[in-house]
């Protein structure tokens, strides 16, 4: 084989070795690419989904789980975002002496829907990547499950507390556990305990309560009335006698 033949095969093999070196490098983890995402979604759809997630919400220690990235984060109406995220994710050159270490990020947002799943997408402002969260919200107490990598954690909202939870007139709410702190919660009313039937009482049965009272013995024209009154419940719930025209005219001239 002639020289420049020789050189010219070796010339041959080095350009296809880098060919298939650089058709590997560009290879991408399916298992660490998402899942495909809807875009074709109207407008109506799109706000009425978000819609949903718009507020404040912070981590909470000990009530939140593990931290997912957000220390607190804002969703703006108008599609945009402010946070306070783990600062890796704006400069990993940083380094802090407490936890959570977080900065400020800021930049847009929407939901998605990828594997049947609902999500937060967020585009930070500037160079770094957009990210997605699987997302849900309870409309009761106002706290946003966000969920990444297989980690789940809970965002509250300043009114995540009983206080701001307005409850059916057969329930009323309870601070639940979960994680660790709790949630507002509305349960089930427990029954009310059987009234005891009210009776007349004291020394001349002037009296009408829902148990044995003592008085004074003493002689008043108008215990008599109450003789012949009815002693029932009323309609506060108490005791007490109920009025009558014969009974108000006896109290009148006793």
């Known amino acids: 084989m002639k020289l420049s033949t020789l050189k010219l095969v070796l010339a041959s093999l080095a350009l296809s070795s880098f060919v298939v070196a650089g058709c590997a490098a560009d290879t991408t983890d399916a298992s660490t690419s998402e899942e495909a995402e ?8 799109l706000s009425s989904r978000s819609a949903q997630f718009i507020g404040s919400y912070s981590w909470r220690a000990g009530d939140s789980g593990p931290l997912v990235d957000f220390q607190q984060l804002t969703l703006k109406s108008n599609g945009q975002y402010t946070a306070k995220v783990d600062s890796h994710l704006v400069n990993s050159k940083v380094v802090c002496i ?3 270490c977080t900065l400020p990020e800021s930049g ?4 998605v829907k990828s594997g049947g799943k609902l999500k937060i997408k967020v585009d930070p402002t500037g160079a770094s990547p957009s990210r997605s969260y699987v997302a849900s919200v309870n409309a009761l107490s106002r706290t946003l499950t966000l969920t990444r990598f297989g980690t789940t954690t809970n965002l509250f909202t300043d009114g995540s507390s009983c206080a701001n939870v307005r409850c059916t007139a057969t329930t009323h709410c309870e601070m639940k556990g ?4 709790s949630i ?3 349960i ?3 029954p009310a305990p059987p009234a005891t ?3 007349k009482t004291g020394c001349s049965g002037q ?4 148990q044995q009272r003592f008085s004074t013995c003493e002689f008043r024209p108008e215990y008599a009335c109450y003789q012949a009154a009815t002693c029932e419940r009323q309609a506060d719930g108490q005791c007490g006698f109920t009025s009558s025209p014969a009974l108000t005219a006896c109290l009148a001239n006793p």
């Open 38 to 45: 809807d875009t074709e979604v109207s407008q109506d759809e």
């Open 207 to 210: 009296i009408c309560a829902d």
């Open 184 to 186: 507002p919660v509305c």
């Open 197 to 199: 039937p009210c009776v």
């Open 98 to 100: 407490a936890f959570p």
């Open 188 to 190: 089930a009313n427990p």
């Open 108 to 111: 847009t947002w929407t939901t």
């Open 178 to 181: 979960i994680n660790g702190g």
